[in-house]
Structure formats: C-alpha cells, structure tokens
C-alpha cells in the first residue's frame, strides 16, 4: 500500500514532473496533493504513476505521456508523430494576430499539431484559415485538436502549397518547418519528435527556398509571409525571401531574446 506522499518521495524525477504526473493519473492538482498526501493509492493507479515514471526517467517528453501540451492557454492533444509545442513559437502567433489582413485567406504550411492554424483561427475569427502537413498522422492530430476546441480550420494533406485548389490564392502564408541542420547535436536531445518535422538532413534552409517561389507562383497577391527559424538563420532566411522578390522582411525575437521569426508584409 502507497500514499500520495510515500509515492512523491519515492521518485526521483523533477517535483514538476511528478506532480503533473499525478495529477494526469490521480486528478489532484498540486494542492491537493498536499492536502491529502496520506491518500492510499490504487493499485491501478500505482502501476500507471510507475509506467509513466519509468518512461520520463527514460528520456520521454513529459507532453507525450500525458497527451497534451498548453499553447497560448489552451491544451493541444500531442502524440509522436507531431512536435510538441513551444512557447517561443507563441511569438510568433501574436505577431500573426496583430498583422495578419482582416478577413484574409490564410494558410499553415507542416502544420503538425495545428496548434498555429487552430490559435489563428480561434484568435481571428474573421480570418479563412487552410493548414496542410505531409503527414496523415498529423493530420489526424491537426484534426482532433481544431475539434476539440472548435476551431474551423480546413485540412489538406501534401507538401507546402502543393493540396491546395488552385483556385485559392492566399493573402497570407505561415510556416514553421523542419530548420534544425542534419549535423546539429541538439536533434540527439529531440530523438522521440518526429525527426522529419525537425530536420531537413540538409542545412536547415530547404523549406524556404522551396516555399518562396512557390508562394510567388501560387499567391501572387499574397500580403503576409510568416516563418519561423532557427536562432542564428535570419540572416539567411532574410537572404532567401529577398531573392525571391521579397524585399523588407524582418526579423523578430522571441521570449529568450532570440531571433525566432522572419515576416515580411506587402508595402
């Protein structure tokens, strides 16, 4: 028999960590679990604090074995075949809420979780907003997620542009791709996300040089571009939106005071 309180101490992992793990399992919030700490544990529950536990300890995203992360305040259902949501990228969205063209015709290009899309689209209800990721599993997680918190969002799978109708012509385009170079430490950190939604095995710069002329073929009326990076790519990704006739894009930074974001808005 194990309490509340003999299971916390039992644990080595984070106090963090083992109180969201409680609180998934259990229902207890943080008070009450130390209100009622002596409260004798199931077997059930004992056997699934161990599981989820073992596999944090293991090296497993704390999001994906409790199924949700919280973007901009709201929970998103994760799962491995979607990155889980960073709050770096909430920088980004509040960028897009204030800019994007009142009731404009948006799309999320690798939308993942949809977390950006669905946000978008909850945030701006006057907005018409598309998303599409190559992925059918993300895409059903794109999908139970603008569900679950009713945002109309429409859902299209293929690469960048690609699904579209081409009768759509966006005035707006967003984006946060796989930017991590292929030789970057860090992806050892990242091995349960998706690798492909992390990495283009290249130099990290292969979604925008595919995008852009894209975005000039496809959107010509296009007022908006909106794409995330990496910390030290703006310069390049700056590079790239000028060599494809979009002059005057800038970079923004995110809460970390690094240079997250690049957009460029039609004079």
Partial sequence: MTTVREWLL????DSIDKSFILEHVCGMNKAAQLIHGD???????????????????EGVPLP?????????GRPFLVNPSVLIPRPDTE???????EHL???GLVCDLGTGSGCIAATVALERPDLTVWASDLSGSALNVAKANCKALGAEVKLVQGPWL???????????V???????????KHLDALRFEPRS???DESDGLIAYRSILPQIKRKAPEVQVIAFEHGWNQGEAVRGIFEENGFKGASTFRDYGNNPRFTAWLKA
Avoid: M
């Fill in 91 to 97: 920088c980004l969205v509040e960028w897009l809420i």
């Fill in 162 to 172: 690609d699904p579209y109708p081409a009768e759509l012509s966006f005035d707006a």
């Fill in 174 to 184: 967003i984006s946060n791709p796989p930017y991590i170079e292929g030789d970057d």
């Fill in 64 to 72: 994906y074995l409790l199924g949700t992360q919280e973007f901009f």
């Fill in 39 to 57: 409260r004798v544990l199931s077997s059930d529950e004992a056997h699934k604090l161990n599981d989820i536990a073992k596999k944090r300890s």
């Fill in 10 to 13: 039992s644990s080595s992992l």
């Fill in 197 to 199: 939604a992390l990495t």
């Fill in 101 to 103: 063209p009142k009731n």
